[in-house]
């Protein structure tokens, strides 16, 4: 994202060349705009500064009426409950996290070993019927997972897939295949087949100029994917809350969701556990801005 | 694999390489070898965990099969399906459904564009302004559902105090019938607004500068070049971005499960939430299937203009 926005910035010069007349109620708009942003920033990004407010707040004001907004006292003991169980020990929260991280990796790792060999055969090969497999491809992304849980329940269900980190895996790969072939495909576009056909004349096979010519320079862009099957991954709801149930094999949206179930919440603890869950993405996306708009349309919409 | 090349007669210096390239023909035949090994893994994880779902999916919906009281499926053919289409729960979830998915898409592409307009009108800051903007969008469902289910808590929570001493009412935002649709849609604008305003952004600065130079040269309205320049270049990706949000919105299902698990009453059950209660609350999995064939099928459709769209759109 970053790189179009920052390529656009040459509007200055054409509003200097209004008349005189205009531009003082030029600048005028120009403090109405400045201070219209700054009230949706703020409103925008109140919610997040609040989460990590109450994240670092005694109880007693989390819970403070009037809410407290600057004078509270400061404590990370919400975050020390995220990570540690009252009574020593790991706590149910900090094993889901473990779970996240092995069920959104090893997945991300499943739909890019999958995912970036089927974009290059389709970028580079005249595939019976493309464009319709392509199609039907992104399709499978776009099933509501209300829907697909319900077969897949069964299925699992059936061959002892239920309850299990395997099973969460291959369906968050299955999710992620779509995405990483187009994504991809998109990638493997930008690298010139000439590279290919050049490496072919100096006597490598097909395979070899893949492996040695093309895929070294798709190594941007398949760590951008997998970034962005990692967020999915980590992300996902419902399949988590469907497929799983034991605290071994929970991962983490839905636990930090079962910390709202009982008669009173801790929303500090929840807050806390947000944070904590959240960071990584953050932090992961900002790696990727530049593939934002690609990644979030599903590698369709790229600029 | 063996005997002279003619591809390398051309380039004396490579006969002596190690590894003699293939010849034309079997070249092709190992390429279409090598398409078939690279993509058919993919194809067959898809088929696995999507198609064969689906499809039984399908079969499910002709039938009565429980998934508690097990017992075998007896087929009742299209019962299921006229069942759910003449039924006034279905169209009233129809109705939220609608209302939900108009409502939210409509608010976050005027916001979304807006936003997208002021930044692109600016020459400073627009990287950090960006990337402040975009932070709800990468935000998990569940959290922001946590977050804002907190913050519309009417006895503790941060809108409500707000509200307070500014000397107004209390809401009870989640918890009352007229206003807990209106929260799912607020929560909802609030997490892709930032999406609009990325894909809008995207557009606003591919128009080329010289078309407003030449209007301004012309002295055109403001109004004018955003009516005759901006609008007409940047809708047909703005389009691209309602009609993906509008999918992902008919999918919508974690903020319901969180903020408001379809109450109260049924006030904010939309089809993907009515056909997790019949699944998984009420076990009736064969009209559940039935329930889910029907929402794929819209999906199907709603994706296949989608792609159309975006196909064309490429191809211009």
Redesign the interface.
């Known amino acids: 994202?970053?790189v179009?926005?920052?390529?656009?910035?040459?509007?200055?010069p054409?509003r200097d060349?209004?008349p005189a007349a205009r531009r003082f109620g030029g600048r005028g708009r120009s403090v109405l705009?400045?201070a219209?942003?700054t009230v949706?920033?703020v409103v925008?990004?109140f919610?997040?500064l609040?989460?990590i407010e109450?994240s670092i707040k005694e109880n007693r004001d989390?819970?403070a009426?009037?809410?407290k907004f600057f004078d509270f006292t400061v404590t990370l003991d919400h975050f020390k409950d995220v990570f540690v169980a009252s009574g020593g020990g790991r706590s149910t929260l900090s094993v889901a996290f473990l779970n996240s991280v092995v069920v959104a990796g090893v997945s991300t790792v499943l739909a890019t070993v999958?995912?970036v060999?089927?974009a290059?055969?389709?970028s580079?090969?005249s595939?019976k019927a493309k464009?319709d497999?392509l199609?039907f491809?992104?399709?499978?992304r776009?099933?509501?997972?209300?829907?697909?849980v319900?077969?897949?329940?069964?299925?699992y269900?059936q061959v002892g897939l239920i309850d299990t980190k395997l099973g969460l895996i291959?369906?968050y790969?299955?999710f992620n295949?779509?995405f990483t072939?187009w994504m991809m495909k998109g990638f493997v576009d930008e690298v010139p087949a000439e590279y290919e056909d050049a490496a072919?004349?100096?006597?490598?096979?097909?395979?070899?100029a893949f492996w040695k010519f093309t895929l070294p320079l798709l190594v941007p862009g398949i760590a951008a994917t997998a970034v962005f099957a990692l967020?999915f991954s980590?992300?996902e709801?419902?399949f988590a809350?469907?497929l799983t149930s034991s605290d071994t094999v929970r991962t983490a949206?839905?636990a930090?969701?079962g910390?709202?179930g009982g008669t009173t919440?801790d929303?500090g603890l929840?807050?806390a556990a947000?944070v904590v869950?959240?960071l990584p993405?953050?932090v992961f996306?900002?790696l990727v801005?530049k593939h934002?708009?690609a990644g979030?349309?599903l590698g369709?919409?790229r600029? | 694999m063996s005997g002279p090349v003619p591809l390398t007669t051309d380039h004396p210096g490579q006969v002596a390489s190690a590894t003699p390239p293939a010849p034309g023909r079997s070249r092709r035949l190992s390429d279409r070898w090598l398409a078939v090994a690279f993509i058919s893994p993919a194809l067959l994880l898809l088929l696995a965990m999507s198609v064969f779902p689906l499809l039984w999916a399908l079969y499910l919906s002709f039938t009565d099969y429980s998934a508690t009281r097990g017992g075998s499926a007896h087929f009742v053919w299209f019962e299921n399906y006229t069942a759910i289409l003449t039924s006034a729960q279905v169209h009233l979830r129809a109705l939220t459904t609608l209302i939900y998915v108009v409502g939210a898409v409509a608010l976050q592409t005027v916001l979304g564009f807006a936003i997208a307009y002021l930044i692109s009108r600016r020459t400073h800051g627009r990287g950090l302004l960006t990337t402040l903007f975009l932070v709800p969008m990468m935000l998990s469902q569940v959290v922001v559902g946590l977050f804002w289910k907190f913050m519309l808590d009417a006895q503790f929570g941060v809108i409500n105090s707000m509200l307070g001493s500014l000397g107004l009412g209390q809401v009870e935002w989640l918890t009352r019938q007229q206003t807990a649709l209106i929260s799912l849609i607020v929560v909802d604008t609030w997490q892709w607004t930032p999406f609009i305003m990325l894909i809008a952004l995207a557009g606003l600065t591919a128009v080329p500068k010289y078309l407003y130079e030449a209007a301004s040269i012309d002295r055109a309205s403001e109004w004018f070049r955003f009516r005759t320049i901006t609008l007409p270049l940047v809708w047909p990706l703005l389009l691209i971005a309602v009609l993906f949000r509008a999918i992902e919105a008919f999918r919508l299902f974690d903020l319901v499960y969180i903020l408001t698990s379809g109450g109260p009453g049924v006030s904010t059950e939309t089809l993907s939430f009515h056909v997790y209660k019949v699944a998984f609350l009420g076990f009736n999995t064969g009209t559940a299937s039935a329930y889910g064939i029907l929402m794929v099928l819209i999906v199907i459709v709603l994706t296949q203009l989608y792609l159309r769209y975006l196909n064309k759109l490429k191809e211009d």
């Not at chain 1, 319900?150 to 299925?155: C, G, T």
């Not at chain 1, 072919?200 to 070899?208: A, E």
């Open positions: 994202m970053a179009s926005v920052d390529e656009a910035v040459s509007t200055g054409v060349r209004t705009e400045i219209l942003l949706l920033a925008m990004l919610p997040v609040w989460m109450t989390v819970y009426i009037p809410a999958l995912g060999p089927a290059w055969a389709y580079r090969f595939v464009k497999q199609f491809i992104l399709s499978t776009f099933m509501p997972p209300v829907v697909v319900i077969p897949i329940f069964l299925m269900r291959l369906i790969a299955a295949v779509p072939i072919m004349l100096d006597g490598y096979t097909r395979l070899q967020i980590w992300n709801f419902v809350i469907f949206p839905p930090i969701a910390l709202i919440v929303w929840v807050a947000s869950f959240a993405v953050l996306a900002y801005r934002l708009i979030v349309t369709a919409v600029r």
